[in-house]
């Protein structure tokens, strides 16, 4: 049994939870707030990277990040009150996200000191957006697949290929991509990291339509694109190894405190709307435990497990197909028993939730990490 | 709807963490890490003066409403139901929490509890001799009496309990810890057969190979692993929140038994056996849904 960890004094947790709570009740806007749904695309994007620069001003930007990086300096305890907080108040989602919670801890941990520099700034200012290149036709859940070439040229790389899924592409300032540099070395030595600027030629991006019909993803085409020497992140061949150590952060708890809120609003839609029907109590009492209980969970991984990256990796992959499968099962039960009212609501809530056991690795991807790297079975 | 990670805690104190590591080093030298198997309707391995000795059985008394949180019980229950130990540690403990009589009383002690459908109440160990029964826990008069006579109860049969008709009655707060805590034991339970069942797959091979290195069993087992921890955090949230005692404690010992079956499931026909005793535990887990379930018709 380990000595329990000292918890953040709940003083300054609760004083930082009350300032942000304030700060965002006068800061959402509230065209956001209130016609969310009806806006125009372009409304849409210019309130979210408004909200980008916002968080900036308000100094709410990169909470768990270092201050001579231009974060706040706090810890996973206060971005969690924070999504949770934003969440309620029905903050917009800003474009960066990939950014934030992925380039900044890569940078932090593999960049240099001109990388950092020149990225990070810009980044938690709101002002640049970045997006994820790693996944391709031929390398989704095997990502170690990546066939995209960066070929070594005078001062740099060009570099080659169609990565796809890639989220917030459309708006992206910066790519981070993972190819190959050394087509012979061995599996997992053959990569390496790139930060690729995506305003330049040689970048096609297209389009993908998901199933509820929104574009939030596209294929992102590189024909010959060069990269400097000083835009790889680690060495030659160790992009891996790069990818790795940002995949395993804490971003899971994150990401689960935005998903909380979510699924929290979606439950009580549904106590608000079928409630009283006795036939379906016993089902909405199981779906309204399983959301407190997530929040527990993610309140269990605060206290124990910051820090300690094997019980992180843990609960990472539990954290990870508990949200998920349980905002599936909510939003199947939504469409299922709502009232006409909240159809359309239901409907996309039920098409867009299909994701969620898909995207950061597929919720079987999830077990496997679970039973072989957690509980040791045989590969 | 308006609490976030900055009111709630899910530790327990330094005296549940002391507790939870003393009873699991009872545990180590008592019963060695022998199967639950070999002791489950024996001699228990751990005799109750080992336990009283120790102290374990008064960790729950309140000294001017001063002592062990719930949440401290928890831990201790938790850490107890991995050995699956066939001794009235848990009633005992929640009635010297809330009996004066209970206190002051030298051996272990039994409390009657309801069974759901008007069955009649069920008491644990009401077959040991020396066991006493506690007429009132918060509640009614306070007094200890000797265990009636009543016909063996045929689930839960490691507990050496009986069905009698007669009632200990329970302030709400007593109800609702007493489903907790034996939703903690059975947590620990839990835990441990997926422990027990995580070697079994290494071990055991098929087609040439360990079965754990099968995906469906990995993934089985990797759902088990979820469950113990959403069941340890529903008993979490059941001691935090007394609102909550109920629905945790039900929803925790739901997860369990979701977990022996998988244990069942993956050691195959050795599974099925009364031998290798699988059993055991998740005839306990039946029984605490049980009383879970009737503590909550009558309380919640
Ligand atoms: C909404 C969304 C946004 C995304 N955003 C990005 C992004 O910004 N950048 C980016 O790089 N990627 C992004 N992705 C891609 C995402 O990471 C991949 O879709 C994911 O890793 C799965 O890869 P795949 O789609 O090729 O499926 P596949 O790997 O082909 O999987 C298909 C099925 O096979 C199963 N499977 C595969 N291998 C195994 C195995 N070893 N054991 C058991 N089952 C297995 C999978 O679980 C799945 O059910 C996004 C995806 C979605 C849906």
Known sequence: MTASVVRVPDLDLESFAARAEKWLTESVPARWRESRG?????????????????????????????????????????????????????????????????????????????????????????????????????????????????????????????????????????????????????????????????????????????????????????????????????????????????????????????????????????????????????????????????????????????????????????????????????????????????????????????????????????????????????? | MNETVHTMSTQPSELGDAAAEGVGELLRRGTKGAPIATYAEGEPPISWQTISDGGWDVFGVLDDGEGASLRDLVELARAWGHGCVQQPLVTTLLAKRHSAAAAAHAGPVTIALPLPGGAAPYVPFGQVPGVVLATGLGRGSDELVPVPEGTPETLAISSRGIQADVHTELAAVVAREIAVTLAAAATGMAERLLADTLAFVKEREQFGKPIGSFQAVKHQLADAAIDAELAETAVIWGAERPDEAFRGALFAVDRCIDIAETAIQAQGGLGFTWEVGLHFPLRQMILTRDVVNALEVEHA
């Open chain 1, 38 to 379: 009806r806006l125009s695309n372009e409304e849409s994007d210019e309130l979210r990277r408004d909200w980008d620069r916002k968080l900036w001003q308000g100094g709410y930007s990169g909470l768990s990040i270092p201050a001579e990086y231009g974060g706040c300096a706090l810890g996973l305890a206060e971005e969690v009150v924070f999504h949770v907080l934003a969440g309620k108040a029905q903050a917009p989602d800003g474009f960066t996200r990939v950014g934030k919670t992925l380039v900044a801890p890569m940078l932090i941990k593999s960049g240099t000191a001109e990388q950092k520099a020149k990225y990070l700034p810009p980044l938690m200012r709101g002002d640049e957006v970045w997006c994820q290149g790693f996944s391709e036709p031929e390398a989704g859940s095997d990502l170690a697949n990546i066939q995209t070439r960066a070929r070594r040229v005078e001062g740099g790389y060009l570099l080659s290929g169609r990565k796809t899924w890639t989220s917030f592409a459309q708006h992206a300032d910066w790519c981070f991509v993972l190819a190959q540099t050394q087509p012979d070395a061995p599996r997992y030595r053959n990569l390496s990291m790139f930060l690729v600027g995506m305003h330049q030629p040689g970048i096609t991006l297209s389009d993908i339509k998901q199933i509820s019909g929104a574009v939030h993803f596209a294929e992102t085409r590189f024909e010959d694109v060069f990269v400097a020497d000083s835009d790889r992140v680690g060495e030659d061949g160790e992009g891996w190894k790069v990818a790795m150590r940002v995949l395993g952060d804490e971003r899971g708890g994150v990401e689960t405190a935005s998903r909380y809120v979510e699924i929290r609003s979606d439950v009580d839609l549904l106590i608000r709307t079928v409630g009283d029907r006795p036939a379906l109590t016993a089902r909405l009492r199981e779906l309204d435990v399983r959301a407190e209980l997530l929040r527990w969970q993610l309140a269990k991984v605060v206290d124990r497990e910051v820090g300690d990256p094997e019980r992180l990796l843990r609960s990472a992959s539990v954290l990870k197909v508990m949200w998920s499968e349980l905002w599936q099962d909510v939003t199947r039960f939504g469409l299922e028993v709502s009232p006409a009212a909240d159809r359309d609501h239901w409907q996309y809530q039920y098409l867009e939730a299909r994701a969620a056991s898909i995207y950061s690795g597929t919720n079987e991807i999830q077990r496997n990490i679970l039973s072989e790297r957690v509980l040791g079975l045989p590969r």
